[in-house]
């Protein structure tokens, strides 16, 4: 039975071909309560501008719970053509994400070892958790292309739909990008995990078209999402998610990173004179 969602986006991972779908996109947010909800699939690129929303824009879509394979807690299936956008993205002013933490703060894990007890007790699989120390951002080389006989599936669907007949599939990353990181908890012995976000992808191929060097671009990658992003200076938090096929597998799907605020200093309180008021 669908249900009317509002949810206000804060992740979009990296696109892969869909034979069925053209192509997929995972998206997910949290509600005005805090929980996190997951839609799966959208074609986001083959839909219409009115309905290409932006991160931390709230959306009302009608979706419901999935039957069968996708048995994660938060996952619905959207129908986008009920998709709705609603209004503009919520702004941050002069470094201020307040309006933002509001929403995406209010359910805080301690770390993934605490994701994972929740997982093993009523199937989590989405959260937000704070690093104590991000080490680094490592990018291995992967695949190149899509396997072939995919991409032909992927030909033969787009052929019956004059819309997305000529759009190309999203380029493939030949880096798999993965942070070395470590919980604010006595029991993490440290994690590597993948990072998914789609602003990664499209910032990695930006930096290809405009000439950088592969070497180039994974440096200025880690410029921004580990020098910048993760720096001491910023109050730096992970999206994490599961993997459908890979239910135990956590991937990192987008970051929140506010300016820290300035430790607040007390005004001294002003001494007593003890020398005599001569007008009393």
Known sequence: MKEQLKVLITVKTYPIPSAKYG????????????????????NFRDQPFSK??????????????????????????????????????????????????KFVLKNVARSMEELRDCQDRDGTSLGIIRPKIVHDLVAEPTERKWKGSFLEELKQARLWDDRKASKEPPRKLPFKFQYHFECDDPRCTGHQMMNEDWELGALFWKLIDAGATEAEAIQKVRDKFLVEMCDSNHDTHFYVGTILAHPKSWVVIGTFWPKKSPPKTEKPTPKRSTQKNLFD
Request: negative net charge; aromatic residues 12%; charged residues 30%.
């Open 23 to 42: 192509e997929l996109v995972c998206t997910a947010g949290v509600t005005e309560g805090g929980d996190f909800i997951r839609l799966y699939p959208i």
């Open 52 to 101: 290409q929303y932006q991160k931390y824009q709230w959306i009302e879509v009608e979706a419901e719970k999935y039957q069968g394979r996708d048995t994660r807690k938060e996952s619905y299936r959207p129908d986008c053509d009920t998709l709705v956008m609603l209004g503009e993205k919520i702004p941050t002013k002069a470094g201020d994400w307040s309006a933002r933490g």
